[in-house]
């Protein structure tokens, strides 16, 4: 199954393009879906009433036909991951498919402390090792 890459960004409610270790890249991606009421138009987060952007930091997603308002967690589970990927371990190029669910997991700081960060996880699918995207860490 190949998997379709977005043609802009306003498709996507998730983008991010990233290097795992020396040889590994990842590009994952997370397609808006249909509002589950009308099943007209795309859910997307709110327009600011004043100056009609989006509020990037709301926790809620809305139907531009209905208005129907979905909360944040509950919609995003929904949703399924795009990753194209190299494996870091392997050099294997695959393609994977999962739910948009983030996984808490262990690692290490800069400072060589452990911490918990939020990732989505995959194995490889010629070596079976864990891959994660974390989420960008501040």
Not at 37 to 52: H, I, N, S, V
Request: with cysteine; proline share 3%; glycine share 6%.
């Amino acid at each position: 199954m190949k998997l379709c890459f977005p043609n802009s960004m306003d498709e996507c409610v998730y983008f991010t393009r990233r290097k795992l270790g020396e040889k590994g890249t990842a590009v994952a991606w997370v397609f808006k879906e249909k509002c589950p009421k009308c099943k007209k138009a795309l859910m997307g987060k709110p327009k600011d009433e004043k100056t009609g952007k989006i509020k990037i930091r709301a926790s809620e997603y809305v139907c531009s036909s209905c208005g129907y308002t979905m909360e944040k967690g509950a919609y995003e589970d929904t949703l399924t991951a795009n990753i194209q990927y190299t494996c870091p371990y392997c050099g294997y190029s695959g393609e994977h498919q999962m739910s948009f669910k983030r996984k808490k997991v262990q690692m290490l700081d800069e400072e060589g402390k452990k911490k918990s960060v939020d990732a989505l996880k995959f194995q490889c699918a010629k070596c079976k090792k864990d891959i994660l995207i974390t989420k960008k860490m501040k």
